[in-house]
């Protein structure tokens, strides 16, 4: 089974800190995805990559950059983190282009800035 | 982009079946319909996918009809542990952009004993 491992499961940072949060795949899937989930407003999607070293905005990229310097690993920067980014952040990772491929989702990391 | 409806929320009881239905007025010839579970503090993991008619595996059903303009997802006999919430999504099987896919709120289905 494909895995997506995300670093962390909880973490409190303090407005203003550099947050990192890590992804990593372990079954060559070429698309990754970080998506944050609130309450009655389901996922969005922040950031996605296509293959190492290429990234896409998502819906809601503002606050947030991304860096995919391996295959296996997409990570999610929060440049200066603000209290409105206290959130669940899901990691996804998908073979191919289409919906026939399916997410494999790691099981998110629950942010809190405080 | 075929956008989707679901029920925001369902109650069932242990032992019944729940039909869980979605709408995608819009949906596309390409364009395969997928259903996703989430319980709390976890990812999506995926349930069923289907194209047209009635897919069946061992956890659910999928019947889609001759207009695939809505699906339902059927969970046989379910229990308090299939409490979660389920995510219909419709896109295009082999190709697309990340951005076209939307998860949306999704349905909360919750079993009661």
């Known amino acids: 089974d494909v895995k997506v491992t995300q670093s962390s499961r909880y973490l409190v940072k303090r407005t203003g800190e550099k947050v990192f949060l890590e992804c990593v795949q372990d079954?060559?899937?070429?698309?990754m995805f970080w998506y944050r989930q609130d309450p009655g407003l389901g996922l969005r999607l922040i950031y996605f990559?296509?293959?190492?070293?290429?990234?896409e905005k998502g819906d809601i990229p503002e606050g947030y950059s991304v860096s995919r310097e391996k295959k296996e690993r997409f990570s999610l920067i929060l440049e200066s983190a603000s209290t409105n980014q206290t959130s669940m952040y899901l990691c996804?990772?998908?073979?191919?282009?289409?919906?026939?491929?399916?997410?494999?989702f790691g099981s998110g990391t629950r942010l809190t800035v405080v | 982009l075929a956008k989707t409806t679901q029920p925001i929320s369902m109650d069932s009881y242990e032992g019944q079946e729940v039909n869980i239905t979605c709408s995608h007025n819009?949906?596309?010839?390409?364009?395969?319909i997928t259903w996703y579970q989430q319980f709390p503090s976890q990812g999506p993991r995926f349930i069923i996918q289907?194209?047209?008619t009635k897919v069946t595996n061992e956890v659910a059903s999928l019947f889609i009809p001759a207009d695939r303009k809505s699906s339902t997802l059927s969970l046989p006999r379910v229990s308090l542990s299939d409490t979660a919430v389920y995510y219909c999504?419709?896109?295009?099987?082999?190709?697309?952009?990340?951005?076209?896919?939307?998860f949306g709120s999704g349905t909360q289905l919750t079993v009661l004993p």
């Open positions: 996804a990772s998908r073979i191919g282009g289409g919906l026939g491929y399916g997410y494999t």
């Open positions: 079954m060559d899937h070429e698309n």
């Open positions: 990559s296509y293959d190492v070293k290429m990234k």
């Open positions: 819009n949906i596309a010839t390409n364009d395969y």
């Open positions: 289907g194209y047209k």
């Open positions: 999504l419709v896109g295009d099987a082999l190709s697309g952009s990340a951005r076209q896919l939307t």
